[in-house]
């Protein structure tokens, strides 16, 4: 995808297994978010590429047409681009899966309440009710929500930025186990953080990308922080 100096990601190639967890390393600038938006679709034409999902060819269109084939992606920005703070927490959850709650074209109150009673109880979300505005959430009750959003699209491949940020430590560790249950489940997951021990700790391989490019690619039993580190910055690890 272009910027204003040229492509933000080039010559990427990677794989990602039903059931693995593949993390993306790199400093600011890296192009590790950009590399997500244009797998997911957020940059319409301004991509050129390919994409296969379960052995097949993927056109890579738009977000809309992703959800629909079983991609999610968390962006890392949940106030901004993740959630609609002025909305209750049961629109929240359904908006981007609304034909599954709906018969005939038309919500159903009975299938927005089972999915919503059914993902607060999942992802223990911590709410007075769910009509209640997101805003009124804490931090890391807001990001189950938007973890709870992309669940209930049944998702085949997860996207996540910084799944994990502003969050506390206890609903840190409540994530982590949701991560393992979807990689579990043969959910692929692709994430990035920038808590270099958190990638370690979740990833089964670790792609480090640096300017654009993919500087080194890791197994979780070659990775340390120290190379994790020395190929971020584009040096020989």
Excluded at 153 to 175: C, F, N, Q, S, Y
């Amino acid at each position: 995808m272009p910027g204003d100096e040229g492509w933000l990601v080039r010559d990427v190639s990677l794989t990602v297994a039903a059931g693995e967890v593949v993390g993306v390393a790199g400093l600011q600038g890296s192009g590790n978010s950009e590399l997500f938006g244009g797998i997911f679709g957020a940059y319409d034409s301004a991509v050129e590429g390919k994409v296969w999902l379960d052995g097949e060819p993927f056109a890579v269109r738009s977000p809309k047409h992703s959800i629909a084939n079983g991609m999610a992606y968390l962006t890392n920005d949940r106030k901004a681009t993740g959630l609609v703070l002025e909305h209750g927490v049961a629109q929240n959850i359904t908006m981007a899966s609304l034909r599954g709650v709906s018969v005939g074209g038309w919500l159903s109150g009975t299938k927005e309440s089972e999915a919503v009673a059914r993902r607060v109880s999942e992802f223990s979300i911590k709410t007075t009710s769910v009509v209640s505005p997101v805003a009124s959430l804490s931090g890391g009750n807001q990001q189950k929500v938007v973890l709870a959003k992309w669940a209930e699209t049944r998702p085949r491949v997860l996207l996540l930025d910084e799944p994990t940020r502003g969050v506390d430590i206890g609903a840190k560790h409540e994530i982590y186990e949701l991560l393992a249950s979807w990689a579990a489940r043969g959910m692929a997951i692709m994430l990035i953080t920038s808590d270099l021990q958190e990638l370690l700790a979740l990833s089964d391989r670790i792609i480090v990308m640096h300017r654009g490019r993919i500087s080194a690619v890791f197994t979780r039993g070659e990775a340390t922080p120290e190379r994790v580190l020395t190929a971020a910055m584009g040096e020989c690890a």
